[in-house]
């Protein structure tokens, strides 16, 4: 008898990297109710400790220290800020076609009331709030950006809720 050792793997945390810690950790804390675990902390290039040593691994050579912030959502995910001094500070360009990670998305029932307040915090509506499941069920999304343009979706229901009925079969 042989086991599958395939199994789901959790998400842990993510990475973003924005040009204004102090701000992103305010958005992110007042706008999405995130926790603050660690509030904004400098992290010098410094080969003798692990942390310096690990970001040398990871970000090469070419830095000497940078911020970083961590917070979490409700249900246990974490969310690492980064703020690098010699970094771009403008969001790349909007390109959902080409590789790499296109967005996250958060999910709360008061979609209306989250979209308002990520524009009245300095974010931008993608596009209208939109129904998968019009007249039927209540599933609502919606694009939008937080006000470093960074793109993120917002849900009403459970992604498995959402997709389990065939959301494109009509």
């Not at 992110?28 to 970001?55: F, H, N």
């Not at 209540?138 to 006000?147: G, L, S």
Request: glycine share 8%.
């Amino acid at each position: 008898m042989s086991t599958s050792k395939d199994y789901p793997k959790s998400f842990s945390h993510i990475g973003i990297t924005v040009p204004d810690i102090e701000k992103a950790v305010k958005f992110y804390s007042e706008v999405m109710g995130w926790y603050v675990i660690m509030p904004p902390s400098k992290i010098k290039k410094d080969a003798d400790t692990a942390i310096g040593q690990m970001c040398i691994d990871v970000f090469g050579d070419d830095w000497e220290e940078f911020e970083i912030a961590h917070m979490s959502t409700s249900d246990g995910i974490g969310i690492e800020l980064f703020t690098f001094p010699h970094g771009v500070k403008e969001a790349p360009e909007f390109n959902p076609f080409n590789t790499g990670l296109f967005h996250f998305c958060v999910q709360d029932p008061d979609i209306e009331g989250l979209v308002d307040k990520v524009v009245a915090y300095g974010g931008k509506q993608r596009m209208p709030i939109k129904s998968y499941y019009p007249n039927d069920k209540p599933y609502k999304m919606c694009y939008v950006e937080d006000p470093f343009g960074i793109v993120f979706e917002i849900y009403t229901h459970s992604y498995e809720l959402t997709y389990s009925s065939g959301a494109y079969s009509k």
